[in-house]
């Protein structure tokens, strides 16, 4: 794991049984995305691509306000006690939503997915090599490098189809 002056808790080994769990639940995760995409080009096109993206972000909002209201204190430090860097993901997730909603009625649903899935697993890739933002260091291997090449080649192909 890559030093650093802030303690980040150790990932727990995964066992085999709740690997088998949480791979269908990220796969169906990913589904979630692919019908967000479809609901969101047209939303954007109707109220607005800012519009929609509120939209979005304000029932998710309440949806987990709600489930932190009903599932009791949560342990760990207060917001101000983290790194500002860690709160990124408040800005990244709305400009993710906000490109989604700009590109999905434009280049489709598919193009938008495996056009995010190549970001996305590219800089995984990066991040799991170098260790960074407190992650597991894994080197890129031959595997690695060859799925990603996969994904941009499933890119490349529905680009042309």
Known sequence: MQSSSIDIAETPATQP?????LLPLVILAGMGLSVEAGLLGPLGVQVGHLWATLSIFGVGSAILFLLLLFSGRQ????LNE???WQLIGGFLGPMY?????????HIGIAMTMIAILSGQVGKSVLIDHFGWFGATRKKVNGERWLALLLIVAALVLIARG
């Open 97 to 105: 939503v906000i490109v989604l909603t700009l590109a999905t009625p």
């Open 17 to 21: 049984g709740l690997r088998l769990l």
């Open 82 to 84: 983290l790194p500002r």
């Open 75 to 78: 342990q760990g430090p207060a």
